[in-house]
């Protein structure tokens, strides 16, 4: 699998976590909220850093730029459905602007950004899709060293607890992020 096949089965699997998510018991959906902010951020990691740097070379006009952008507001919108998981109303909302942007989002670097990136030679990306993988899982453990997980676990996400930013990138423990092929 390359790269380009490994960010449109990411894009399925945040679809369907969407999906689950919506009918999903209530007892369930925080941690589906994780779930989701765990695979949309390892998603935008592996686009910001790998991919959009060589989709510049091909894809014309600002369309990167308004990736980036909508990157900013998803991680926003995560922050928040990480700060509101546990409270129904708001993080119906929450999870509701999340999948409207994501969704747009996926359909148009679908349609303007994968066809040309599928031209271009797998080399372009400089390693193999796991090797990147494995290295924006290990870039979203380093992002702040005093992350620590709110229930003393594995198994948690937060927003950066020593900047304090609300627009910090979450930040997941090392045992949330896994690679496309292995289980959550």
Same mark, same amino acid.
């Not at 090797?131 to 899982?137: C, D, H, K, N």
């Given at each position: ?17 969407? *999906? ?7 007892? *369930?959906?925080?941690?589906? +909220? ?9 998603? !935008? ?33 995560? +922050? ?18 999340? =999948? ?7 359909? *148009? *670097?679908?349609? =303007? ?14 390693? +193999? +899709? ?6 924006? @899982? ?22 950066? !607890? ?19 092929? @292995?289980?959550?």
């Amino acid at each position: 699998m390359n790269l380009i096949d490994v960010l449109i089965q990411q894009h399925r699997d945040a679809e369907a976590l969407f *999906e689950a998510w919506h009918h999903a018991p209530e007892e *369930e959906k925080p941690e589906l +909220s994780l779930r989701l902010a765990e695979t949309l951020t390892l998603h !935008s990691t592996l686009e910001e850093r790998w991919v959009y740097p060589v989709a510049r070379t091909v894809v014309e006009g600002p369309r990167i730029d308004f990736a980036v952008e909508e990157h900013g507001e998803m991680t926003q919108l995560i +922050s928040e459905l990480l700060r509101v998981r546990h409270d129904p109303r708001r993080r119906e909302a929450t999870v509701r602007q999340l =999948e409207a942007v994501a969704a747009q989002h996926m359909a *148009e *670097e679908e349609r =303007e950004v994968v066809p040309r990136l599928r031209k271009m030679d797998a080399d372009a990306f400089g390693q +193999s +899709s796991a090797e990147i993988v494995r290295s924006a @899982s290990d870039a979203g453990r380093k992002r702040c060293a005093s992350w620590r997980c709110p229930r003393q676990c594995d198994r948690g996400l937060q927003p950066c !607890s020593g900047c304090g930013s609300v627009n910090q990138k979450v930040l997941p423990c090392p045992g949330v992020l896994t690679t496309p092929s @292995s289980p959550p």
